[in-house]
């Protein structure tokens, strides 16, 4: 069983910053391509997708919320996933998970569905 590991996450004012990291060490298929994703989850809502990145960096997908305030990256050697976060704003809070699935990240990177392993999360609190 694939296991990723998230890190990172913690408590800020508004317009704070916040880096959150994944192992990913245990996904080994890179030979299959892949598209890893970050996502979150507010209390009591539904989970959703916040950025994606496609095999070796080359491609990333933004949704509307994080597009300006987060950039998600990937260290390959390394093999751990990255999503920074500035301007924090209290609707971010949230837990953050990140994902990842064999292929490309297509026209629809953020279906939760398509990603077969899942980190365990990572909780982001942003205060006013």
């Known amino acids: 069983q694939v296991q990723l590991v998230e890190s990172g996450g913690g408590s800020v004012h508004t317009g704070g910053s916040l880096r959150l990291s994944c192992d990913t060490s245990?996904?080994?298929?890179?030979?299959?391509?892949?598209?890893m994703g970050w996502f979150r989850q507010p209390l009591g809502k539904e989970r959703e997708g916040v950025a994606a990145?496609?095999?070796?960096?080359?491609?990333?997908y933004y949704t509307d919320s994080a597009k300006g305030r987060f950039t998600i990256s990937r260290d390959s050697e390394k093999k751990m996933l990255y999503l920074q976060m500035n301007s924090l704003r209290p609707e971010d809070t949230a837990m953050y998970y990140c994902a990842v699935r064999w292929g490309i990240c297509g026209s629809n990177p953020f279906s939760a569905t398509k990603y077969p392993y899942w980190g365990q999360g990572t909780q982001v609190t942003v205060s006013s």
């Open positions: 990145i496609s095999t070796g960096g080359s491609n990333t």
């Open positions: 245990q996904y080994t298929d890179y030979w299959r391509g892949d598209c």
